[in-house]
C-alpha cells in the first residue's frame, strides 16, 4: 500500500520544504509539493494528499479568521470555486497522467511567475470578478490544489486591512477545501492509500510549519520569498516527465 522508500522520501522531503514555505511566508506550499509528489506518486495522489494535510494542519487558523474575515465576499468566490472545481477534477481524473504532469508543472511556472512580478489586482472587489477569480482558483486547486495565486493577487493589491487579507485567504482556502474534499471523494481519490500516506506526511508537515515560523524572525521576508521562488522553480523543474527516462 505504501510506495517505494525512494518515492516516500521524495514526498517527505517535499513536505517539509512545502511546509516550511507555509509556515513562513502563507503561500508556496502547493506550488512546492505537487510538482515532486506527482512524479513520485502520480497527480491523482499528490493533489489529493496534500489537499488532507494541509486542511487538517491548519484548522487552528479558522476560528480568529472567521472573526476577521470579510465573510460575504470569501464566500463569493467559494461560490466560483464551486463552479470551477468540478472541471479540474474531471482533468485529474481523466487526463493521461505524463500529460497531467506537464500541466502541473506549466501551471507551476505560470502561478510563480505571477507571484514574483509583484502584479497586484489595485481595483475594489466586483461580483462578477471575483467569481471568477474563485472559479478559476476553483478549476487549479480540483486539477493540482494550485488554486492560491490567483487570490493572492486578487486580494493583496486592494485597500483591505492585512489582517483581513489574510482572514479572507484562510477562510476562502479552507473553503476550497472543503468543495475540493467532497468532489475527490466523489471521484473515489480518497481513498485508504491516501489516507494512510496523509497520516506519515501531516507530521513531517506540521513540523514544517512550525520551523517556518520559527524563522520568520531570522531572515528578513523578501530574503525567504526569494529562497521559495527557488524551491518553486526547482520543484516545477525536477517534476517533469522529461526526467523519467533517466531513473
Not at 41 to 61: F, K, Y
Not at 67 to 95: K, Q, Y
Not at 151 to 173: D, E, I, K, M, T
Amino acid at each position: 500500500m505504501l510506495p517505494e522508500t525512494p518515492a516516500l522520501l521524495v514526498t517527505l522531503g517535499a513536505a517539509l520544504a512545502a511546509g516550511l514555505a507555509r509556515g513562513f511566508s502563507g503561500f508556496g506550499a502547493a506550488l512546492i509539493f505537487i510538482p515532486p509528489a506527482s512524479a513520485a506518486l502520480g497527480p491523482q495522489v499528490a493533489a489529493p494528499l496534500l489537499l488532507l494535510v494541509d486542511n487538517v494542519t491548519t484548522l487552528p487558523l479558522l476560528p480568529p479568521a472567521w472573526r476577521l474575515a470579510n465573510r460575504r465576499e470569501a464566500m463569493t468566490l467559494a461560490g466560483g470555486a464551486l463552479l470551477g472545481a468540478p472541471f479540474g477534477a474531471w482533468m485529474l481524473l481523466h487526463l493521461p497522467g505524463d500529460l497531467l504532469r506537464w500541466g502541473i508543472c506549466v501551471l507551476a511556472v505560470a502561478m510563480l511567475a505571477l507571484l514574483a512580478s509583484g502584479w497586484r489586482y489595485h481595483g475594489r472587489p466586483a461580483l462578477p470578478l471575483s467569481l471568477g477569480v474563485g472559479a478559476a482558483a476553483g478549476l487549479c486547486s480540483g486539477a493540482a490544489q494550485l488554486g492560491g495565486p490567483p487570490v493572492v493577487a486578487y486580494w493583496l493589491g486592494g485597500a483591505l486591512p492585512a489582517a483581513q487579507v489574510r482572514a479572507n485567504l484562510v477562510l476562502f482556502f479552507a473553503l476550497n477545501g472543503l468543495i475540493s474534499a467532497a468532489i475527490y471523494l466523489l471521484g473515489g481519490l480518497l481513498g485508504p492509500r491516501t489516507l494512510l500516506l496523509a497520516a506519515l506526511m501531516a507530521p513531517v508537515y506540521a513540523l514544517g510549519i512550525w520551523g517556518g515560523s520559527r524563522l520568520f524572525g531570522l531572515a528578513s521576508e523578501a530574503t525567504f520569498r526569494r529562497a521559495c521562488f527557488v524551491l518553486i522553480g526547482l520543484a516545477a523543474l525536477l517534476g517533469l516527465p522529461l526526467w523519467d527516462g533517466l531513473k
